[in-house]
């Protein structure tokens, strides 16, 4: 059974939408409330910016890859008009695809970061530590941040597959040239 690049990346797509859904579950889910000092503190994704950023961009990563998998019948038929406007449409999957991985790959450094910080604390700007107090909040978002960097894994293989198809069009002796 021989699988098409199309199955392929519809397979890589479907694998990216469940981690990116399950990175924004996790996050959007995740609190922890403790008694400290007989007051109730509650630690939350919206305590950190950069996790609430985090929840958006891979909400609509999500969103952008299913209407992509949704739409691939649409490209596939596409393919019978005139080869110049195929190239278009592949060079705007391509920026697109590119783009989506960069935005979810950027903010998964940013909640990584931010995440550090709640994890060491930092003394000189009288941040305290979190995650000896909220242990269960802490392995979520570590869980959620590696479901973010597993997601950005497999968005660089669908950029990788889009930019194959992109550059298949063109001839490989004349520079920036459709194949006829």
């Known amino acids: 059974m ?14 990216t939408i469940v981690m990116l859904v399950l990175t924004a ?24 910016r950069a996790l609430v950023g985090l929840l958006y961009i891979t909400s609509l990563a999500a969103a952008y890859n299913l209407l992509k998998l949704c739409c691939s019948s649409f490209s ?3 393919k019978g008009t005139s080869l110049q406007s195929y190239a278009y449409l ?31 604390g930092e003394e000189n700007f009288q941040w305290l530590k979190w995650c000896n107090k909220y242990t269960r ?6 869980g959620s941040l590696l479901c973010g960097f ?7 293989s669908i950029a990788s597959i889009s930019a194959f198809n992109l ?14």
């Open 90 to 120: 592949a060079w705007l999957r391509y920026i697109l695809d590119q783009a989506v991985v960069y935005a979810v790959f950027a903010g998964n450094l940013a909640a990584l970061e931010h995440s550090f910080l709640v994890l060491t």
């Open 150 to 156: 597993v997601a950005s894994l497999l968005m660089f």
């Open 25 to 48: 579950c996790l996050i959007g889910l995740d609190s922890q409330t403790k008694v400290i000092f007989y007051v109730q503190k509650k630690a939350s994704f919206k305590d950190l």
């Open 167 to 180: 550059f298949r069009l063109y001839s490989p002796t004349k520079f920036m040239h459709l194949k006829l």
């Open 76 to 78: 596939a038929s596409y």
């Open 2 to 15: 021989e699988l098409s690049i199309q199955k392929i990346e519809a397979l890589i797509r479907l694998s």
């Open 137 to 142: 909040f802490c392995t979520q978002i570590g």
